[in-house]
């Protein structure tokens, strides 16, 4: 019961906080805005009135990069730093944007203001902070002893051949597909904990998000573990989408803008869902 | 009765005889032969047997001394000549270390030649090193005449493969025997005078060897399955469960062999080439590749270059615990790279595999000097193997054929090159070790396979397959130069174009192979100018100073220029695309000499895009981009990239996000 609970509570917690989805949403465009111009520009200035970019006509091809000639050093560069530099600054960000979301899904009214949202993102920030890079912490942990450790000790047991390892890593990632969940779990549980009480009391947070996670375990971990099912196959539609449609205008390049943004609004309110999921969890 | 049994007996012998040989007729001088009986030591990691060994000496003077690679003798040691280039050791503990040792040698009289024997290091005096031996004969060889040795000799693998060595029961043995240098003699591969050619093993250097005949016994534990460069021509397990296999191979440059119980087998045929394949248990889905990629080659080979001779091949793909043997070639064996559950869509595997087997024609058939001359077996087969692929996987597609993404083997090439940063350090011309500012690797294999592909784009594929054709035809089981290659395609392209391309084509060689200078070509600037009619100021007898036009003739005429530049120092002929707004387009021929040049056109037309070496034949041009330019530039193609990138990069890092 609590399991259906979970999903019908989310999704109508994630519909309430639509406000906050799409604020959500326009703080990492303006982010990634500040990131694609300067590589727009470079592009054009690389690139000038050449027509090389005909070769990208059949598809992404490789050879386009190799035939930027000078250009292509200085370009990947670009892109590799400033993509490290985004990943930095879309840590921090989803961390703290994460804090408003987590708030309108608890306050679950439709009339949440944007004030709140950004009040509470500022002050659930650090203790956000802390809570992912644990949970992050304990993810990278436990993969590598699910999976590391066992391909490892197989490996040292003598002649191994590499269809074994290949069927013993086949069988770690779904068993670490099926770990995923728990630290999910603490992570939202946690998070649905300290924005509903003491903010500062980051590790009783954690401790919390293992207690409640156990505590209703059968109805927590399939929530999730569907929520992860639902996401990935979404996300996989995307990329097929995004990939096969190619505009050849102006206008059909709008569309795709547009396009990609609505779809990123989608995975956002699925997320919300999953977070709205577990506060509804934590209520009952 | 008895004469009959004894004509019987006669014809039986010649028939056992002749089911050994392979050729009737030699392929080549067969100026050294090698018969072994060996015996590999799993657990010492030695090949330990006897050897008898043939040198004939075919100059016209006598020879003193006899000159021997003791190639495995580079492991013996951090000092030697191939740990100090590399600046490694062979390893920590002794089972770590190789070498070769002769325990014995005598010649055909049964003299004993111990005593003479000393070890030299010709190319860096390095007291060290121990990799090439000379035998001072107490007679000189004369003319014609042939030496024979019988050499007992023992072989250390070392434990660190370097194609050659040994990981736990996995061998792979190579460079592992006492082997005759080459007796060069005068004039041959551009020697001043008679002498040994006998270099010392490099950290990057590879080989240089005479066409030979072996005849080698192998003995190994009967659970090994082993491959070799030979044919099989007999196989038995003695009562003390050794595995017994003779082998015969003809014509090749070198004998290589590999054991290891843990080998699965697949044997398949092209025409008269029974191929045997050797891999690892778990990846039996990778067989159908590597051996459709080692039949496209053999196949492609023998149309455009010549017919592959013999009727045996072996390739092995080694276990991962053997990949540092991976990527060799030893003419009928030659070892690939491969890896389980490799995607469809990635050719990395077949290309190694057409890459080795087609050593079997540049160094295998066509002996080159590798020591001296490593563009000639490096890149003239990178040149073919670029080719292959991307016949075979598709034009652009030969090592990523992804539905949405995708690269040539030809342009991988040519990355290599034109994005290296030491491309002009050196031209083509110094021996492997001697390449500076670790530039060997780029100069010998992708800078030469990549103006071997600018040659085809200005001669054109029929001319250059001719070319290669005649190189074979002229070289194969002999040892080409440089130069013999120069000579060959100034015949041909002379012969095929006249004097299209001058006089000969040594302006292309003394700018690629012997040259430094890069090629870029850019298309500087097009401008379309309206050609108004006549409008001025004029002085008439009547009216005085009045302006005046010239209504009779239209205002759409255009002057059109196309400039273009030649920024690098290479000079080569290039074609230039000119693309009206009508729709008529234009080719154009520059001799790509001059700094600049201008093209023009009067008209009613317009140009509106204008590309230099639109088929991308000049692929040493080192920049594309600049290569063409639009009046209206397609401004949807540039940002369609970037709006998927960030699309991309917003779902991804939302991902990662918890």
């Known amino acids: ?284 | 009765m008895r004469k009959f049994l004894i004509s019987f007996l006669l014809l039986a012998l010649t028939v056992a005889l002749s089911a050994q040989v392979i050729f009737y007729k030699p392929l080549s001088e067969r100026l050294t032969g090698y018969t072994m009986d060996v015996e590999l030591d799993p657990e010492a990691k030695t090949v330990t047997g006897s050897m008898e060994a043939y040198w004939i000496n075919n100059s016209q003077s006598p020879v003193p001394d006899i000159q021997m690679h003791m190639y495995l003798n580079a492991f013996r040691s951090n000092k030697s000549t191939f740990y100090r280039e590399s600046n490694g050791s062979p390893g920590s503990s002794e089972i770590d270390y190789g070498w070769v040792e002769i325990n014995n040698i005598i010649d055909r009289s049964g003299k004993d030649l111990n005593g003479f024997l000393e070890y030299i290091s010709p190319d860096d005096g390095n007291p060290d090193d121990m990799t090439v031996l000379r035998l001072n004969l107490p007679e000189p060889v004369a003319p014609g005449d042939t030496a024979f040795f019988y050499i007992d000799f023992t072989s250390k693998l070392p434990g660190s493969i370097r194609r050659t060595g040994f990981t736990d029961d996995f061998f792979f043995v190579a460079q592992w025997f006492p082997k005759f240098g080459v007796y060069e003699t005068k004039g041959m591969n551009g020697a001043e005078e008679d002498g040994w050619n006998c270099h010392q093993f490099h950290a990057h250097s590879e080989f240089y060897s005479n066409h030979s005949v072996y005849k080698v016994r192998i003995k190994v534990p009967e659970e090994f399955v082993v491959g070799s460069g030979g044919q099989l021509i007999k196989q038995e397990i003695n009562d003390q469960g050794i595995k017994v296999l003779d082998y015969r191979a003809e014509d090749i440059v070198d004998f290589a062999w590999t054991a290891w119980p843990g080998y699965s087998e697949h044997e398949g045929q092209w025409e008269h080439v029974n191929i045997r394949f050797l891999y690892p248990p778990g990846r039996d889905d990778q067989v159908d590749r590597h051996m459709a990629a080692v039949k496209y080659a053999l196949e492609y080979f023998t149309e455009r270059v010549g017919p592959f001779p013999w009727p045996h091949l072996t390739f092995v793909d080694p276990p991962m615990k053997g990949s540092g043997a991976g990527g060799m070639e030893y003419t009928t064996l030659f070892t690939t790279a491969g890896a389980a559950r490799l995607p469809e869509y990635l050719h990395m595997s077949e290309m190694v595999t057409v890459h080795e087997f087609g050593h079997a024609y540049f160094m295998g058939m066509l002996a080159t000097n590798e020591f001296e001359d490593p563009w000639m077996d490096e890149g003239m087969n990178s040149y073919w193997e670029s080719r292959i692929m991307d016949h075979y996987y598709g034009p652009g597609k030969g090592i990523i054929e992804h539905e949405h993404f995708y690269m040539s083997d030809r342009e991988m090439q040519r990355t290599g090159y034109v994005h290296a940063s030491n491309r002009k350090v050196s031209d083509n011309s110094p021996w492997s070790w001697d390449y500076p500012h670790g530039s060997y690797s780029m100069l010998s294999y992708q800078k030469a396979a990549t103006w071997l592909h600018t040659l085809q784009g200005i001669i054109g594929e029929e001319t250059i397959d001719s070319v290669f054709k005649t190189y074979y035809n002229e070289w194969a089981f002999r040892h080409p130069s440089p130069d013999d290659f120069i000579e060959i395609t100034n015949k041909v392209v002379t012969q095929m174009h006249g004097d299209r391309f001058g006089e000969d084509m040594q302006w292309f060689f003394d700018q690629t192979l012997y040259g430094t200078g890069i090629c870029d070509y850019k298309l500087a600037g097009i401008s379309n100018y309206k050609q108004r009619s006549f409008r001025g100021i004029e002085k008439t007898d009547t009216a005085g100073m009045v302006l005046k036009k010239d209504d009779t003739a239209g205002d759409s005429i255009y002057k059109s220029v196309v400039r273009l530049e030649r920024i690098g120092e290479v000079r080569l002929p290039v074609q230039l695309l000119v693309h009206f707004r009508s729709g008529k387009e234009v080719r154009e021929e520059w001799d790509g000499k001059a700094r600049y040049k201008d093209f023009e056109y009067t008209g009613t037309d317009r140009v509106e895009w204008a590309v230099i070496d639109p088929e991308y034949r000049i692929t040493m041009d080192v920049n594309y981009i600049n290569n063409s330019m639009t009046t209206k530039p397609d401004k949807v193609r540039r940002k369609r990239p970037v709006r998927k990138l960030v699309t991309f990069i917003q779902f991804f890092t939302h991902i990662i996000s918890i």
Do not use: C, H
């Open chain 1, 1 to 284: 019961m609590k399991f259906f609970k979970a999903f019908t509570s989310g999704a109508i917690r994630a519909l309430r906080s639509i406000k906050a989805i799409l604020l959500f949403w326009l703080m990492t465009f303006a982010v990634l805005a500040v990131f694609t111009y300067p590589l727009k520009s470079f592009i054009n200035e690389a690139m000038g009135n050449s027509m090389i970019t005909n070769l990208l006509d059949e598809g992404f091809n490789l050879t386009l990069f190799t035939d930027l000639g000078q250009a292509f050093s200085p370009m990947m560069s670009y892109i590799t730093s400033g993509f490290l530099i985004l990943l930095l600054l879309y840590f921090f960000l989803y961390n703290f944007l994460n804090g408003g979301l987590f708030d309108s899904l608890k306050t679950n009214k439709l009339s949440y203001k944007p004030g709140d949202f950004f009040r509470s993102s500022a002050r659930l920030f650090l203790s956000y902070l802390v809570v992912m890079v644990l949970v992050i912490l304990m993810i990278l942990l436990a993969m590598v002893l699910v999976v590391g450790v066992p391909v490892l000790i197989q490996r040292a047991g003598g002649s191994v051949t590499e269809e074994q390892t290949w069927k013993l890593v086949s069988v770690l990632r779904i068993v670490a597909l099926l770990v995923l969940p728990v630290f999910l779990l603490v992570a939202d549980y946690s998070r649905t904990w300290l924005a509903a009480n003491d903010y500062r009391k980051v590790f009783k947070s954690i401790g919390y998000g293992f207690k409640a996670t156990f505590k209703t375990f059968l109805s927590s971990y399939f929530f999730m573990l569907i929520m992860i099912i639902v996401q990935g196959l979404f996300v996989m539609l995307v990329a097929k989408v995004l990939a096969s449609y190619t505009p050849e205008s102006g206008g059909g390049l709008f569309l795709l803008f547009l396009l990609s943004q609505f779809l990123f609004i989608v995975k956002l309110f699925l997320r919300a869902v999953r977070y709205g999921g577990v506060t509804a969890l934590y209520r009952l």
